[in-house]
T-cell receptor, first 114, second 115 residues
Framework: GAVVSQHPSRVICKSGTSVKIECRSL??????MFWYRQFPKQSLMLMAT?????????EQGVEKDKFLINHASLTLSTLTVTSAHPEDSSFYIC??????????FGPGTRLTVT | QKEVEQDPGPLSVPEGAIVSLNCTYS??????FMWYRQYSRKGPELLMY????GNKEDGRFTAQVDKSSKYISLFIRDSQPSDSATYLC???????????????FGRGTQLTVWP
């Protein structure tokens, strides 16, 4: 299967700071990437759809000014959590879409805000 | 009613058993069906991918799709302790534009295979 990487795998930050998470498709070009959030023992919650070269589409209830998404190339998308608060602590997972409809996930980033 | 329903379990079986995992859905526009396996604190791993109705087999895994009943299944033969994980069903409508590839997930079924 295809490979998607995420960096960092784990990050601890102080409340009020910003954190950037990178998602890369290593062996294919991804026009579309997705960002998910997952709480313990819950399924994945789609946060936003990121298309290369255009603005991300956010799901209802997701603050676009708080979760900044940039998809500058066909292999890289970034999620920046701005002014992080403890309630933003979660497991963030990205995925990359390979046509026609396969989607491959990264290993996830565990964010802890203290 | 959620678009994709999946019994969260937990499901516990002995090694060597046949495991049956299922999902139902309500949106008849779904055309692509996937099963993912997720180990604790890891990203989901794509196991099986099928288009429309029918069966697909890959080693010990068999995926079945019955669009008339809006029901999909994943069977695991000769289950192993290493199969212990959460299994997520996912599906996608036939479509395009900015929603291309958007997946709709079930809650996931937690499976434990004990030796």
């Amino acid at each position: 299967g295809a490979v998607v990487s995420q960096h960092p795998s784990r990050v601890i930050c102080k409340s009020g700071t910003s954190v950037k998470i990178e998602c890369r498709s290593l062996d294919f070009q991804a026009t579309t990437m997705f960002w998910y959030r997952q709480f313990p023992k819950q399924s994945l919650m789609l946060m936003a759809t990121s298309n290369e070269g255009s603005k991300a589409t956010y799901e209802q209830g997701v603050e676009k000014d708080k979760f900044l998404i940039n998809h500058a190339s066909l292999t890289l998308s970034t999620l920046t959590v701005t002014s992080a608060h403890p309630e933003d602590s979660s497991f963030y997972i990205c995925s990359a879409s390979r046509p026609p409809y396969e989607q491959y996930f990264g290993p996830g980033t565990r964010l802890t805000v203290t | 009613q959620k678009e994709v329903e999946q019994d969260p379990g937990p499901l516990s079986v002995p090694e060597g058993a046949i495991v049956s995992l299922n999902c139902t859905y309500s949106n008849s526009a779904f055309q692509y069906f996937m099963w993912y396996r997720q180990y604790s604190r890891k990203g989901p791993e794509l196991l099986m991918y099928t288009y429309s109705s029918g069966n697909k087999e890959d080693g010990r895994f068999t995926a079945q799709v019955d669009k008339s009943s809006k029901y999909i299944s994943l069977f695991i033969r000769d289950s192993q302790p290493s199969d212990s994980a959460t299994y997520l069903c996912a599906m996608s409508p036939k479509g395009g534009g900015s929603t291309l590839g958007r997946l709709y997930f079930g809650r996931g079924t937690q499976l434990t295979v004990w030796p």
